[in-house]
């Protein structure tokens, strides 16, 4: 939140802060009032949908997802991307399919879209009318907070209750520091840099009908307090960075995908190596 504003500093030691410290303080006094209002005359609605699914990784880098547990009926699949920046000997290529079990072995897939942003864009509307700036921002700024907050609660009713492979209570200092087994990767962000995986992940969920979450053209979300992702729960996942990527595996994904090579370019630019 304080890193919206350009205020850099860990919460709550930001407001002892010799440099920002006041400002933060300001700011934190401000959010909370904000807050209490969004609270209280009820400006936003949140909205969210999960679902997990029976899946097996094939072919090294894709995984698929049935709707059986017997795996016989493919009703999606997800493709993923493998590091291929030179690493020291012994160092694994990973993908995020490695955390999904092959054919033979049963396993599963999560998926996920919340959003707190329903709401948001007429209360902008309104301050930026009253010429209020500020508040404008500090609301954006508190429902892209709300829809973080609503996604990693998500994936706690999901890990102790859905799909129930955790049971652990965790403190806020744990769950901040993510100490929880599983992970959550966003399509778009570096464990799975392809922004056109999310049409499949929202097909799948039927997001838009459950959460009114739509996607632009660019495959961003509207409205823009939303989070969408896959869920592992493979003891051993972890983050990481797919980073950049050679011509071999582009060809290699946009074959899979059934699209050509110069379209699969253009959504991974910033991840070409050539």
Not at 2 to 19: C, Q, S, T, V
Not at 62 to 91: F, N, W
Not at 124 to 138: G, M
């Amino acid at each position: 939140f304080f890193m919206a504003w350009e205020l850099a500093g860990k919460f709550p030691r930001i407001l002892e802060d010799e440099i920002v410290g006041k400002q933060a303080k300001q700011l934190y006094a401000d959010a909370q009032k904000m807050l209490d209002r969004i609270i209280k005359e009820q400006w936003i609605q949140a909205h969210g949908v999960a679902g997990i699914w029976p899946a097996n990784t094939v072919n090294d880098d894709d995984i698929e997802l049935y709707a059986d547990a017997a795996c016989t009926k493919v009703i999606g699949t997800t493709h993923t991307m493998r590091q291929q920046s030179k690493k020291a000997p012994g160092v694994p290529y990973i993908a995020l399919s490695d955390f999904i079990a092959p054919k033979g072995s049963p396993d599963f897939l999560g998926g996920f879209a919340v959003s707190a942003g329903h709401g948001v864009d007429e209360r902008v509307k309104r301050f930026e009318a009253a010429h209020d700036d500020y508040s404008a921002i500090l609301v954006k700024a508190l429902a892209d907070r709300l829809a973080e907050a609503f996604a990693e609660k998500l994936h706690e009713i999901v890990r102790e209750e859905l799909w129930g492979y955790e049971a652990a209570p965790f403190t806020n200092e744990q769950l901040i520091k993510e100490e929880y087994q599983g992970i959550r990767p966003a399509p778009g962000y570096p464990a799975c840099p392809d922004h056109t995986e999310k049409p499949e992940l929202f097909r799948l969920l039927d997001a838009t009908k459950h959460t009114g979450i739509t996607l632009t053209e660019g495959l961003a979300m509207s409205p823009a307090a939303a989070v969408s992702g896959w869920y592992f729960a493979h003891p051993r996942s972890k983050y990481f960075g797919v980073g950049r990527v050679a011509k071999d595996q582009v060809e290699d994904l946009a074959r899979r995908k059934g699209e050509s090579a110069e379209w699969m370019e253009r959504w991974l630019g910033s991840n070409l190596a050539y």
